[in-house]
Each structure stands twice: as structure tokens, then as C-alpha cells.
């Protein structure tokens, strides 16, 4: 994150925006949410001045994971409110764009994703897709590093489990 | 295969996938919060020549996108319970997603009645779950699905 320790938000924006807005995801369906909730976490970690710490990643990814989890608080409320139909059907924006040859594969690896629990899920986002070492991922989910790489593979394990052999292939 | 091989080709597999690109609405949105100073009134021109073409786009894709209910769902063709296998097992629907992945704008065309409408398509996959009422075990049914809409073009 060094070549951005001076830079403008536009040019952090650029580098980590698509990676924070599928972070967010974790705790929101929809995208739009997802989209707010960065926009809340990102303008409180710019005002804050947290960019120049040592290891501003942790704080951007905290940040959004607090914004998350308030998020998370307040829809279990509404959800348990609205909740009518006993089959949910849900309409959802894809999380990622076209790096696959086939769209099934994309498909059946974003639901094996979203089948993982949400303390699996997240560390595999921030490793796989923000990149951070375990150290960094304990730093910013506040648990030990062994735990954090056990979570991952883990869910590297149902992940493998749930899809079928001719995805991973 | 190995298990640490199987896994570090699913990992390879997520890295290929790419986070989907952040919505201009939410730069412009963020944007409005962290510049305070009145901006350039050219740059403020050249950003807007750009971010409300999009933000309009996106609207209308969101308003095009929201009466999924009015399209032949998956999840409407589908009886509310499956023929009985041949053990009685009965599997029930659980959980339905609509995964929306694209969304193209095809372009002016002429309906029957001589008017002019925009044409849309929306590809999805739609992921079914069902379960079994006794042995709770799962599986996953997906399939592609396209929606097109023709949006009547009214005049300007």
C-alpha cells in the first residue's frame, strides 16, 4: 500500500474499491447495500487520517468489517420482520466479473462461496481477493493467525467438497 | 490428485475470478463526501459527462431489473414438491438465487405496432437447493436463464 500512502482517494479508490465492495458483501445481498456500506466505512477511514499507519489495509478492512457487522445487526431486525415466504428467492448481482471461460463455473463457485460460513467466507475474500497474508487478516478479524488459516482451509475443503470435480478442473 | 493439490487448484481457480468493478454511483457518492472545496467548474463538467450517463444507466438497469416477480422464474415452474422418489424421499425446494451476471442494452427496435422500443437482456443463473424432508440431505440444481425486456420508447 506504500505507492498510495500519498496519493489521493481516487487513486486508493481505484486500487481497492472492488475489492472492498466485495468484502462488504459479506454482510449485505445486495450490491447497492454493499456499495453504501463502503462508502461509510471508506469516508470515516480517509477523515481519520488511519492511511498513514504501517499497515493501512488492516484499517480499511476494519473499518468496513465494523460498518458490516452494525449492517448485519440492524437487517437481522428487518429480515425477521419481512420473512413471509418459506422458500427465499433472491435476485443477485453477480460479485464478480467475466475471469472465467464459463459462466457455470463463475456460478457454481460464487454459491459454494456463499455456502461457507460467514467467518470462512471472509477470510477467504480478504486472502484470496485483498490479498493479505494471515498475519493481516488475524490483525484485522482480531484473532489469532493459526485460526484465521485454519478457517481457510477449512472452507478451501467444503468449497472443494460442495463443487463438482469438472469446476475445479 | 492429492488434497493439498485439489485445493491449491481451487485457489488458483478464485484467483482467477475478478471482484466485480465499483459502481460509479458509489465513487460520485464518496466523492461528495471527502471534496468539500467547490470543484473545478470544467473538471466538475468532465465528471459529470461521465458519472450521470452511467448513474442514469444504472438506474434504469435497477428499475428494469426490479419486476423479476412479472418473468417466468425458475422457481415458479417448479412444482412445490417433487415426484416421490422411489424410497418416499421427498425433496422440497429451500433455497432459490437468481444470479444476475450481465446485463446488455441491444439497441433500438421496431415492435409490430410500428412504434420503437430498447431492448434488454438480463443473463442469469438461477441456483435451486432442495432438500430431503427426511434424510436432510441437499443438492443444487443451476441453469442459465435470459430475460429480455422491450422498454416502449415514449418520445422525447
Not at chain 2, 451476471?101 to 420503437?116: F, I
Request: hydrophobic share 40%; net charge positive.
Amino acid at each position: 500500500m506504500d505507492p498510495h500512502r500519498n496519493g489521493t482517494w481516487r487513486s486508493w479508490f481505484e486500487t481497492y474499491g472492488s475489492r472492498l465492495v466485495l468484502y462488504a458483501r459479506q454482510w449485505t445481498g445486495c450490491p447497492s447495500d454493499a456499495e453504501d456500506l463502503v462508502q461509510e466505512a471508506f469516508v470515516r477511514f480517509w477523515k481519520s487520517g488511519a492511511r498513514a499507519l504501517a499497515q493501512p489495509e488492516i484499517a480499511l478492512y476494519a473499518s468496513i468489517r465494523r460498518a458490516g457487522l452494525d449492517s448485519l445487526r440492524k437487517s437481522r431486525r428487518r429480515v425477521a420482520r419481512e420473512q413471509k415466504s418459506q422458500v427465499g428467492q433472491d435476485v443477485i448481482l453477480s460479485a464478480f466479473r467475466s475471469g472465467l471461460e464459463s459462466r457455470e463455473q463463475c456460478a457454481a463457485i460464487e454459491t459454494a462461496l456463499d455456502d461457507l460460513p460467514r467467518e470462512q467466507r471472509e477470510v477467504v475474500v480478504l486472502k484470496i481477493w485483498g490479498e493479505l497474508t494471515f498475519e493481516k487478516i488475524a490483525a484485522t478479524l482480531e484473532i489469532p493467525a493459526n485460526t484465521a488459516a485454519s478457517r481457510y482451509r477449512y472452507a478451501l475443503s467444503a468449497m472443494r467438497k460442495n463443487l463438482r470435480p469438472d469446476v475445479i478442473a | 490428485m492429492s488434497l493439498p493439490e485439489l485445493e491449491s487448484e481451487l485457489e488458483a481457480e478464485l484467483k482467477r475470478l475478478k471482484p466485480a468493478i465499483a459502481s460509479d454511483r458509489l465513487c460520485s457518492g464518496i466523492a461528495r463526501q471527502l471534496e468539500t472545496r467547490s470543484p473545478d467548474v470544467r473538471s466538475l463538467f468532465r465528471w459529470s459527462a461521465i458519472a450521470l450517463p452511467a448513474a442514469a444507466g444504472i438506474a434504469v438497469a435497477l428499475f428494469l431489473g426490479a419486476p423479476v416477480d412479472e418473468s417466468p422464474a425458475l422457481t415458479k415452474s417448479i412444482p412445490a414438491v417433487a415426484e416421490p422418489a422411489a424410497d418416499s424421499e421427498i425433496f422440497v425446494p429451500i433455497r432459490a438465487v437468481n444470479r444476475l451476471y450481465d446485463a446488455r442494452y441491444l439497441g433500438l427496435v421496431v415492435t409490430p405496432d410500428g412504434g420503437r422500443a430498447r431492448k434488454m437482456v438480463y443473463r442469469y443463473f438461477d441456483t435451486v437447493t432442495w432438500q430431503g424432508e427426511r434424510s436432510q440431505a441437499t443438492f443444487q440444481m443451476t441453469v442459465p436463464r435470459d430475460e429480455v425486456h422491450f422498454i416502449n420508447v415514449t418520445g422525447f
